[in-house]
């Protein structure tokens, strides 16, 4: 989505590979991937527009569901239990490229061959046009922004597969430069905009007005599953020209778009705990499959926060450092130890050199460091150094012991946040309270185990709000975002044809 919250879950490439293909009784031919589970440096690099992904190599196939109307399956990767994107082939013959299928954005790009300085490019597919027989030159330059980086490149027009479908003469652009360097670690190619025509770069026709004006889908609808479950063989579904039955349970929710360009629909309230927040005056929200969390605006999104004790990373294992180590570490300078040792000498900090631990020290922290299993070691080290180096301050100014531990308490509360992400802890989820957003006078429930992400790193666990601040003024706010974290929970039906959004609750 150019221009507004976007966020980039990121990982080093990871290996991905073929599974079996399984026909179902309703006839649709799926293909199951590989799942890898969210890593603490994925979502610290979160920086822009909502999509990664890894090398996919997956096939679909159109089938007819049991009204016998024309259905195009593509399958999804769960992508570390955030992110979610198929494969499309551009050109004839088909070359294979990774993508995210984003609502809130409107242009398909992908890297091309000519992309010779970016080194995004070189870790990535790129198109080669010699190599298709149905490619048109274009050559306009074009450039598409995203939150923290854009891709500069020209349009080029050739066939593009999804699915069991063809599109012909699709209009799309070739990325020669990729102005990120975030981009150079993720794994996806590129990005195929599902929004509207109004917010697509150049005026280009979006691939979905083309299936559409080319009669390639039974009805003018798309919709999509995604699986929450990092341990299943599939990760979701987008269905192009209807919907699959099995993935919901009910009848869907419809409300009707409210603005072209994004799917942007009217958001009634927001209520933590069954009691509204009171922030949402003339709200809407933009249903995007291209956003990983949920961004609202501050004020609700602060209070929110709030009532499940979200905090900073650094700050959250700053306090944890002073609760377990405080009084360890004041009287470890006080006997005397070298500073630069004590970190390390007590466990939290690694170091290159071979040293001897001291028995007493080691007896000391031994019950401590069992309670380690659920943060991480470099977040752990930062905020053991930082505890250091004000408990030493203070002792030069002869303070007590209990003044020193409530004074560095409560710097830790004041210590910046490097990234928009807040941490909650673990234990206290089954305590955390249900939220809802009003839509379409229907209440539409988040559990805690919904909206709390579990993200791993050196086989230790943290737990992540996925509720994002974003304030957008009037009259285009306030907006909310309703990325994936939503649309897990809620099986999401786009219809072009009607210009509405259905939600019914996933299976």
Known sequence: MGDKFLLLVMCLLVSTFWLAIASSSDGLVRLGLRKQRLGINSINAARIKGTDSAYAKGEVTTTRGSDDSAMNIVSLKNYLDVQYFGEVGIGSPPQKFTVIFDTGSSNLWIPSSHCYFSVACFFHSRYNSSKSSTYTEIGKPCKINYGSGMILGFFSEDNIKVGGLVVKNQVFTEAIREGSLILSLASFDGILGLGFQDISVGNVAPLWYSMMEQSLVAQKVFSFWFNKDPSASEGGEIVFGGVDQKHFKGKHTY????????????????????????????????????????????????????????????????????????????????????????????????????????????????????????????????????????IRTELTQNKTEGRVIEYVNKLCDNLPNPTRELAVDCEKIPNMPTVSFIIGNKSFHLTPEQYIRRVEQNFSTFCVSSFIALDIPPPQGPLWILGEIFMEAYHTVFDFGNLRVGFAEAV
């Not at 629909?265 to 927001?270: K, N, R, S, V």
């Not at 609760?323 to 970190?343: E, R, T």
Request: one cysteine or more.
């Open 255 to 390: 409300v009707p778009v409210i603005r072209k360009g994004y799917w942007q629909i009217e958001l009634a309230d927001f209520l933590i705990a069954d009691k509204s927040t009171g922030f949402c005056t003339n709200c809407t929200a933009i249903v995007d499959s291209g956003t990983s969390f949920i961004a609202g605006p501050k004020a609700a999104v602060t209070k929110m926060n709030h009532a499940i004790g979200a905090k900073g990373f650094v700050s959250m294992e700053c306090k944890k450092v002073v609760a377990q180590y405080g009084d360890l570490m004041w009287q470890l300078l006080l006997s005397g130890l070298q500073p630069d040792k004590l970190c390390s000498n007590i466990g939290i900090c690694s170091y290159n050199r071979t040293q001897k631990m001291s028995e007493t020290i080691e007896m000391v922290v031994e019950q401590k460091r069992e309670k380690h299993t659920e943060v991480g070691q470099d977040l752990l080290c930062t905020a053991c150094e930082l505890t250091l180096a004000w």
